[in-house]
T-cell receptor, first 112, second 114 residues
Framework: GENVGLHLPTLSVQEGDNSIINCAYS??????FIWYKQESGKGPQFIID???NMDKRQGQRVTVLLNKTVKHLSLQIAATQPGDSAVYFC???????????WGLGTSLAVNP | NAGVMQNPRHLVRRRGQEARLRCSPM?????VYWYRQLPEEGLKFMVY????????ESGMPKERFSAEFPKEGPSILRIQQVVRGDSAAYFC????????????FGDGTRLSIL
């Protein structure tokens, strides 16, 4: 079965610093990867995705890196702001199946 | 554009009652997914539906749980004879279809069983 895990359950950063959140997966057939942000009492909010034919993708202040060799992906947030405080989840598709397998989440706390 | 709409936001039931959770997907989306989330955990896949069809229900308990996505109207997740262990947040997501497209989520229904 699929295992998706995050390296750190909590991450505390200073406002303005860069944040890096990591995720490992186990299914080599997975070909689609998504990062979500979840604030308290709300549903997950899509941040950025990447397909397996890429190893890097950039959005506004966010970058996702994918290393298929070691089955690892990361989310980098530039110039972290207090509004970035939330729980961040990586989600991985289970091969050809559209269902998503979710990691446990990393809680990001931004200190002013 | 309205996002994914779930109702009710909070639902309280006594053990043995039935719970019905509703989900209206984003406009133009024909694929619906239901997930369950316990506190401090990630989401667990339950079921994936297209209009009038269940595509994958591998994450849904075989007993007491059912889901539908009729031709008209919202998708319904139904839990019969609820037990305390059913207490959780239930999230619905939708996508337009096609492979490898992001799923967009509603704000969930928080189910509490007394």
């Amino acid at each position: 079965g699929e295992n998706v895990g995050l390296h750190l359950p909590t991450l505390s950063v200073q406002e303005g610093d860069n944040s890096i959140i990591n995720c490992a997966y186990s299914n080599s057939a997975s070909d689609y990867f998504i990062w979500y942000k979840q604030e308290s009492g709300k549903g997950p909010q899509f941040i950025i995705d990447i397909r397996s034919n890429m190893d890097k993708r950039q959005g506004q202040r966010v970058t996702v890196l994918l290393n298929k060799t070691v089955k690892h992906l990361s989310l980098q947030i530039a110039a972290t702001q207090p509004g970035d405080s939330a729980v961040y989840f990586c989600a991985v598709n289970a091969g050809n199946n559209r269902k998503l397998i979710w990691g446990l989440g990393t809680s990001l706390a931004v200190n002013p | 554009n309205a996002g994914v709409m779930q109702n009710p936001r909070h639902l309280v039931r006594r053990r043995g009652q039935e719970a019905r959770l509703r989900c209206s997907p984003m406009k133009g989306h024909s694929h619906v997914y239901w997930y369950r989330q316990l506190p401090e955990e990630g989401l667990k896949f339950m079921v994936y539906l297209q209009k009038e069809n269940i595509i994958d229900e591998s994450g849904m308990p075989k007993e007491r749980f059912s889901a539908e996505f009729p031709k008209e109207g919202p998708s319904i997740l139904r839990i019969q004879q609820v037990v305390r262990g059913d207490s959780a947040a239930y999230f619905c997501a939708s996508s337009p279809g096609g492979s490898n497209q992001p799923q967009h989520f509603g704000d969930g229904t928080r189910l509490s069983i007394l």
